[in-house]
């Protein structure tokens, strides 16, 4: 198991430290504290609540899986995210001009 710092782990998830800190204080991420300071605990994310709360935050509609953390799409049952968007904005130009 590895630990990650508070901005290593919101760099991995792809949001900010802020919006990390906010998951933490709700209990939507787990960490474990290190250290006795007396204002500001310092904090370690372990791995796995990583990998759990990107598993949690994974969109899956038409067979494909994106990734919110990364704006990457993963290819599955070899559809493209990127295919789907410009079907779907060519549909919504067809709905434009038959109104």
Not at 29 to 53: C, L, M, N, T, W
């Amino acid at each position: 198991m590895s630990l990650y710092l508070l901005d290593e782990a919101a760099k991995e998830l792809g949001v900010c430290t802020n919006t990390l800190r906010g998951h933490i204080a709700r209990g939507e991420v787990a960490v474990i504290q290190v250290g006795h300071g007396s204002r500001r605990k310092h904090v370690r994310i372990p791995s796995f609540e990583i990998d759990a709360y990107k598993a949690r935050h994974l969109c899956r509609s038409s067979g494909v899986v994106k990734n919110k953390f990364s704006g990457l799409s993963l290819k599955s049952k070899g559809v493209e995210f990127a295919d789907l968007l410009a079907k779907r904005q060519s549909e919504k130009r067809e709905l434009r001009k038959t109104a």
